[in-house]
């Protein structure tokens, strides 16, 4: 198939760096209506989308989104108040409401006082980062699906596009990160509850690369024919694979587990490594690895990212994401983490189980591909529930036997990967954030599977 | 920034000359919001937001494809483009669509939510105030670790206007007004931290300033400080089965999970597989499956007043009217609008929505509620030997047909023969929907019957967040598997 990011169709003209010109326009044409000492941080987030959402290999609904908001904080001392509109593209009505959001902003201002954690970086530091990449129209990837999908039952959704964000403030720093990706999120469905799930997802669309992923997922199906089995509720040895992984890492981080926020509130999951000195296994080193994701370098208060943060080195922790505001709260350096203080591209250094014959290693136990909704049952233990979902199978002297009925499991991180923890393998899968809530994610995590020596499930 | 663009006749202009007529079907979704973030953690004032949010989305159904383009460009020339983009993606899936029944509503009429009490009369400076003498109220201990109280107001302003070549015209004007108030106290000793909130966040509604006094806003705050507390020396939630007595502000989540979403027809019909889900509930069980005890009855009600997810019509044009899902027991409708209807053969109602001008309408929960029963509240804890009493959600859990599920509550009180004889903390129950609801064995009254929402239902490919409302009294359930937490 043809990539090509500039086709016929009505309205997909390309904007090269119009988006980041515009920004910068607006930014500096707003800096010169300052007053005073006020000090501008503007931030711009934006994307245009073409969506494919499928059902037993056909279109559900098909669409283009376009869309950009400026986030702006007005700041002046220790004093600020924010806001964000919508940008429309047209010069003359965007300054006008921002205007006013201005306009707005200072006469809120008369209402706050003096904000003892307001920190902002003042010492410009200027960074692009812009990866273009070469995307089928959308007629020709809808046609590379629903072939892939013939005589097969695919669902999910392909979404392909431009996606940035930006920084600027009034000191003079900007910062732009701009890219053209495409991923295709999917299953192949067998029958009720039972499927095999991929994603394709890059810069490049490349044929062969796609029929890999395909094949590898009518295979995944099917070992999925085979009768299924039902498990009782007990312990059972268990290899979660690196989506398993993702799926307990993101609840726990989400919650705080790797925030300063959350430590010096005592409300990290991980509150027992906190106050007892409790450790996972020495195997486990994670890290925010800004280097190697797929997420801008910089924050919305201007600060970059350091290219690692380690979070826990051989078991224990080490450091923590600091906010801006949370490096004023507690009096630390800030590492230039989101507000709410969780990694956006996650990594967990890899083991030495050899992933090509995982199945070696786990012997006889449960294959598990992906946990599925997982919450706390006691989040200051990180007593953690979840469920089984799609390809899970029963492995018998390294051999899948049957697919597995789904299962809910409820233990701790300290068995999952501390004391029960036998070993990571070899590779660390990169896995990206297909989130769509608001805009396109570009969250991204690179994470091996795990054997564990016994995993309690419940249900 | 004080002019409605809703009000603009030059804007519905553009926005009527760009709906093609000589489609099967073609809509122009346009939604407008205001927003005003509030929020004082332990004590200090946060960053004040203010939010503008508008767009459109333009639908376009036609010769068997369907596409959208949605936009914030609002020119003539910008909705030109959306449009001509919609119509582009009607072409390219003509004769690959899951199916080709469009809406075919073109309704007219109006909906406000009603406002009591205008914000004029709690302006920005007393509501800074409000905030911060609750929380205040609430940092009452050295050992409360973290606390805030917070406000959100979100005015949404939606106008939908759709056209055909059958020259039908549709208009719907509809103004939401939603507030969102929260409180929460987290209390630390040790290992052990326990955190309470202002009903998990469900005690939000459409409304004006009166939406705080219909919750007691403004009296909460020391209760749940010293229940926080109170949780740090309580025994966590004894392990066995017996009866459960789930409050209203967890009955909300319990409806949810395991009524709600089952009963949305896009995930029977698959939409939802590589998402959200599948469903263990089937298309022949619609008329006479026995969901739960024949004292469940569960209706759809988008008409209750001041309820977080009330509406005129949803966002597909179709008239919103109350129905019950299930009555006696018996499961006798889905949650699903009119497309969903066609595809399924199955009925159901008025719930196609969609989060926003740049996310399309699929089907979603409204306000899905149990209706009251004839017990007090207090002959039903008076019926129970061994049980717990479960407040406010803080854990969810379910699996991807909607079946196993496990739920966790911030507060519990354990009850021996029929009286409340202390609290436990990290209380939880396991269960199973396609039974869980036919141990419903008592269902309280009006008095407890709890009007809530929820604010973030998530759902869908790709990703969008609604607001749900929920009603419920007080319900108990007979040999449920109750558990606490690590010891």
Not at chain 1, 139 to 157: C, K, M, P, Y
Not at chain 2, 210 to 215: A, H, I, P
Not at chain 2, 366 to 376: C, D, I, R, W
Not at chain 2, 460 to 475: D, F, I, K, R, Y
Request: aromatic share 8%.
């Amino acid at each position: 198939m043809s990539a090509d990011t500039t086709g016929a169709a009505p309205g997909n003209q390309g904007n090269g760096n119009h988006d980041q010109a515009y920004f910068d326009e607006l930014v500096t044409a707003t800096t010169s209506t300052l007053t005073g000492d006020e000090v501008l941080l503007a931030n711009v987030s934006g994307e245009r989308t073409d969506f494919i959402r499928l059902n037993n290999s056909e279109v559900r609904q098909a669409g283009t989104v376009d869309q950009r908001t400026l986030t702006v904080d007005l700041v002046d001392g220790q004093r600020h108040t924010g806001g964000s509109i919508r940008l429309s593209g047209e010069r003359s009505l965007d300054g006008a409401r921002l205007a006013a959001l201005l306009t707005q902003l200072r006469e809120q201002r008369a209402f706050v006082a003096d904000d003892p954690f307001l920190l902002y970086n003042t010492e410009p530091n200027s960074t692009e980062r812009v990866e273009r990449g070469s995307i089928p129209e959308p007629d020709a990837a809808l046609a590379e699906i629903r072939s892939a999908g013939h005589g097969r039952d695919l669902v999910g959704i392909y979404a392909s596009g431009d996606t940035f964000q930006g920084f600027a403030n009034s000191l003079g720093q900007r910062n732009w990160f701009q890219s053209s990706t495409f991923n295709l999120d999917w299953c192949f469905y067998l029958r009720a509850d039972k499927a095999a799930k991929n994603l394709y997802a890059g810069f490049h669309w490349d044929d062969d690369a796609f029929a890999a992923k395909v094949d590898w997922s009518a295979r995944q199906v099917k070992a999925l024919e085979r009768d299924p089995i039902s498990l009782s509720p007990g312990e059972y040895r268990t290899y979660l694979a690196p989506r398993a992984m993702e799926e307990l890492l993101q609840l726990w981080s989400y919650y705080g587990a790797f925030g300063l926020r959350a430590h010096e509130t005592k409300q990290t999951p991980l509150l027992k490594m906190l106050v007892e000195g409790t450790t996972l296994s020495p195997l486990v080193n994670i890290s925010e690895d800004t280097a190697h994701g797929v997420a801008p370098n910089f924050q919305s208060a201007g600060f970059l990212r350091p290219d690692e943060v380690p979070l826990i080195v051989e078991g224990a922790y080490a450091q923590t994401l600091v906010s801006p505001r949370s490096a004023q709260e507690y009096g630390v350096p800030t590492n230039g983490a989101v507000g709410h203080e969780y990694p956006q591209s996650m990594a967990i250094a890899p083991g030495v189980i050899p992933t090509d014959t995982v199945g070696e290693a786990l012997g006889s136990g449960l294959f598990v591909g992906n946990l599925w909704y997982t919450n706390f049952s006691d989040q200051a233990a990180c007593r953690t529930t979840g469920m089984t979902r799609f390809a899970t199978f029963w492995m018998d002297d390294g051999e899948i036997v049957a697919p597995v009925n789904v299962l809910r499991f409820d233990d701790t991180a300290y068995h999952l990967l501390g004391d029960q923890l036998e070993g990571l393998t070899d590779t660390a899968e990169v896995l990206l954030d297909t989130s769509t809530y608001e805009r396109r994610s570009t969250d991204s995590a690179r994470l091996p599977g795990a054997l564990v020596g016994a995993m309690r499930f419940v249900l | 920034m004080t002019d409605l663009l809703i009000e603009s006749t030059a804007l519905e202009h553009r926005l009527r000359t760009a709906l093609p007529t000589d489609v099967d079907y073609a809509s122009a979704r346009f939604v407008d919001e205001r927003s005003e973030h509030l929020r004082v953690r332990r004590n200090q004032l946060e960053p004040m937001f203010t939010e503008y949010d508008t767009g459109v989305m333009i639908t376009i159904w036609n010769g068997g494809g369907l596409g959208y383009a949605a936009t914030t460009d609002l020119s003539e020339t910008g909705l030109a483009a959306a449009a001509d983009r919609a119509r582009y993606w009607a072409g390219v899936t003509a004769g690959a669509m899951v199916t080709t029944a469009a809406p075919t509503s073109h309704a007219v009429g109006t909906y406000m939510s009603p406002v009591e009490v205008t914000w004029d009369t709690l302006p920005l400076n007393d509501r800074l105030e409000l905030l911060q003498r609750q929380s205040r109220l609430l940092g009452i201990d050295d050992r409360i670790v973290n606390w805030g109280a917070s406000l959100v107001r979100r005015e949404v302003d939606q106008l939908l206007l759709t056209a055909s070549r059958s020259g039908d015209m549709g208009r719907i004007e509809q103004r939401f007004r939603f507030v969102y108030p929260s409180l929460n106290a987290t209390a630390n000793e040790g290992t052990n931290t326990q955190t309470r909130t202002f009903g998990g966040h469900a005690f939000c509604g459409q409304g004006g300033a009166e939406v705080l006094g219909r919750y007691g806003f403004g009296d909460a705050a020391g209760q749940i400080a010293e229940q926080a507390l109170e949780l740090l020396t309580a025994p966590n939630c004894p392990t066995g089965v017996m009866d459960a007595l789930l409050a209203p502000d967890q009955m909300i989540l319990q409806i949810h999970e395991s009524i709600g979403h089952p009963l949305e027809l896009d995930r029977i019909l698959g939409d939802e597989r590589n998402y959200a889900g599948t469903s263990f509930v089937t298309p022949d069980m619609f008329g006479s499956y026995q969901y739960g005890s024949e004292l469940l009855n569960v209706t759809f009600d988008p008409t209750v007043p001041g309820q977080l997810a009330s509406y005129g019509f949803d966002d597909d044009g179709t008239p919103a009217v109350r129905q019950h899902l299930i009555e006696n027991g018996v499961l006798v409708r889905g949650l699903g609008g009119t497309v969903s209807q066609e595809r399924s053969g199955l009925p159901g109602v008025a719930n196609s929505r969609a989060q926003n001008w740049n996310r399309p309408p699929i089907d979603r929960m409204a306000n899905l509620n149990v209706e009251p029963g004839e017990s007090t509240v207090e002959e039903l804890i008076g019926s129970i030997e061994h049980g717990v009493y479960l407040h406010t959600n803080n854990s969810w859990s379910i699996d991807d047909s909607r079946n196993k599920f496990q739920f966790g509550c911030e507060y519990g009180q354990r009850i021996e023969n029929g009286e409340i004889v202390g609290a436990v903390r990290n209380p939880g129950y396991r269960g199973i929907s396609s039974t869980f609801w036919r141990s419903l064995s008592g269902v309280a009254d009006r008095d407890s019957f709890t009007v809530m929402g929820t604010p973030n239902c998530g759902k869908g490919e790709l990703n969008q967040m609604v607001g749900t409302g929920h009603a419920s009294p007080a319900c108990l359930f007979s040999d449920i598997d109750v558990f606490g937490g690590e010891e």
